[in-house]
């Protein structure tokens, strides 16, 4: 809720400052104005690149450089979890912080809204941060019905 009142006051706020006269043109000024703070904003919350899973997998192997993190409550990462993974569960992602140190972290859920909010507070607090957009759910469903068909 803090976020939308903070993108109305920034709307607001552009929306006020922009009285000049310039001959009419001043509703498409205006909506330019509000275009660039929502992107603004957006930004500010939004400083993590979002990737897709064989994306993700693939920048895992770099160990050296790479964590990655399932941020899924421990019962779901013990059904599965993607090769390399650790499990760090949203709820206590602060007391994970020691083993990222120095390196960048990529993020996965289910379906990626729980890792989305764990790239955000990541990002926040100082680490570059990957989400695996969408989550992972169908592709361990996939991987899981492959292996009792095996």
């Known amino acids: 809720m803090n976020m939308a009142k903070n ?3 920034s ?4 929306q006020s400052s922009n009285t000049s006269n310039s001959g009419g043109s001043n509703r ?3 909506q330019n104005k ?3 703070a929502y992107a603004n904003k957006k930004r500010t919350f939004m400083e993590f ?3 897709s899973l064989k994306e993700g997998i693939k920048l895992s192997r770099d160990k050296k450089h790479y964590i990655l993190m399932d941020v899924r409550e421990e019962e779901r990462y013990k059904e599965g979890h993607l090769e390399n993974a650790i499990s760090c569960p949203y709820g206590i992602l602060k007391e994970c912080y020691e083993q990222m140190d120095g390196k960048k972290i990529i993020v ?3 379906f990626g809204g729980q890792s989305m909010m764990a790239a955000r507070h ?3 607090d100082g680490f570059e941060v990957y989400n695996i957009i969408g989550g992972v759910y169908y592709y361990m469903k996939e991987k899981e019905q492959n ?4």
């Open 49 to 51: 690149e979002n990737i």
């Open 11 to 14: 709307s607001n706020k552009n």
């Open 108 to 110: 996965y859920c289910d």
């Open 28 to 30: 498409s000024k205006n």
């Open 7 to 9: 993108c109305s006051n």
């Open 122 to 124: 990541l990002r926040k």
């Open 34 to 36: 509000n275009k660039s």
């Open 147 to 150: 292996k009792s068909e095996a």
